[in-house]
């Protein structure tokens, strides 16, 4: 089974700072990294979906890397807003798509 | 379009009961699965399916029981609850993602809270 880890566990910056998160998995028998938004008393909501090793997203300002071969994906959001606050997941999934989540990075924007 | 429908949205349980979360989605998706949230331990997969007739366990499967008769539904079964169930439950499934072919991208349903006293 996937060991997923996230840090930090949890982030406090002001309006306007720029920050990252980061995501590890184990680099063998990789097949997919997912990022997910959860704000509270919501769902989950998919930001990204990454496969190959450097691919690179970004929605608005908000983008994410990935590295297979060192087992690691970065999210940055840039120029933090309140309404950025949430808590960040990311997950691993290997061959047969069973996705594996870390504990996420809770996020809060104060203004 | 409703998306993934969960019912009930809250549920008390006294310890011995059994009950089922339903799960239903009207998106033809073919993964469908349930994850366990409890604080500070992020998702944890219980049982997952692929298609109708066919189910597998996640990392915490132990209490609890799937089926998949149909491609829409996937419900959760506590057979005999016990207050570690106490947690928010989330059902969830996945369509493949356009861009990254083969990987699936999970859409969620709202949860269920269930307390076992």
Redesign the interface.
């Known amino acids: 089974i996937l060991n997923v880890e996230q840090s930090p566990q949890s982030l406090h910056v002001q309006e306007g700072d720029s920050t990252n998160f980061t995501c590890s998995f184990p680099s063998s028998n990789f097949y997919a990294l997912h990022w997910y938004r959860w704000e509270t008393a919501k769902s989950p909501e998919a930001l990204f979906v990454m496969t190959l090793n450097g691919d690179e997203k970004k929605k608005g300002r908000i983008s994410a890397t990935l590295n297979t071969k060192e087992g690691y994906s970065y999210l940055y959001i840039k120029g933090s807003q309140p309404e950025d606050s949430a808590t960040y997941l990311c997950a691993a999934s290997s061959y047969g798509n069973k996705l594996v989540f870390g504990a996420g990075t809770i996020l809060r924007v104060k203004s | 379009n409703a998306g993934v429908t969960q019912t009930p949205k809250f549920q008390v349980l006294k310890t011995g009961q059994s009950m089922t979360l339903q799960c239903a989605q009207d998106m033809n998706h073919e993964?469908m699965?349930w994850?366990r949230q409890d604080p500070?331990?992020?998702?944890?997969?219980i049982h997952?399916s692929?298609g109708a007739g066919i189910t597998?366990q996640?990392?915490v499967p132990n209490g609890y029981n799937v089926s998949r008769s149909t491609t829409e539904d996937f419900p959760l079964r506590l057979l005999s609850a016990a207050p570690s169930q106490t947690s928010v439950y989330?059902c969830a499934s996945?369509y493949r993602?356009r861009?990254?072919?083969?990987?699936?991208?999970?859409?969620?349903?709202?949860?269920s809270r269930l307390t076992v006293l």
């Open positions: 993964y699965s994850y500070g331990m992020g998702l944890r997969l997952y692929v597998d996640g990392e989330f996945s993602s861009g990254s072919s083969g990987a699936n991208v999970l859409t969620f349903g709202a949860g």
